[in-house]
């Protein structure tokens, strides 16, 4: 196995250029990224056995995988982000609403408590070969899940969604990040540790 460097660059300035990069994607290139990645993640196991996901709806040029919300026999809990918080997950029911930075979010529905998800689709900013990941820095998927992971006790997959070009080969993990399982892109799969 190679080992690779950590990229010397710091945090915030990888996460300003994928940010960057991200939103000039044209409309029709996240739409092709984003059915491809959906196709990929529909032939996965892991997925096809799921009852119950967490998922997002893409914005700001992330693959966007909301048409998982429309498969027969799954249950897709949308992200109610409250600032400081961790992240509450509700299967809709009614209209969304505007919710913080951006992002629209149920209103009312079933919650479904992080730990009895079968999996969670994180939106990425980037991403390493190890299954580091960097969001847009508020920390709610690491806050979120970083209890049931150091207690060992949560079946819950968290499955990265980005880009190809946002998945780098190695970032320097801070002792608060909660690490992928699996990141999906629109080129393949990595699995950490394999």
Known sequence: ???????????EYVRGE???????????????????????????EEVREARTIGAYLGIRGEVDPSALRDDEGLDVALPVTTPGEPLRFIVPMGPLLNGPFGTRQPGDGREVLPDDLDLV??????????????????????????????AGQSRTLLIGLCHAFQVVPRL???????????????????RPGR
């Open 121 to 150: 689709l994180v939106p990425v900013v980037v991403a390493d070969q190890l299954g580091n990941r960097v969001g847009h820095g508020a920390g709610f998927y690491d806050r979120t899940f970083a209890h049931i992971r150091e």
């Open 18 to 44: 994928m940010l960057a990069r991200r939103r000039a994607l044209a409309a029709d290139v996240v739409s092709r990224s984003s059915a491809l990645v959906v196709e990929r993640l529909r032939g996965l």
């Open 172 to 190: 320097e993990a801070r002792p608060w990040d909660v690490p992928l399982d699996l990141v999906v892109t629109e080129v393949g799969l990595v």
């Open 1 to 11: 196995m190679r080992v690779v460097e950590p990229t010397s660059a710091p945090i």
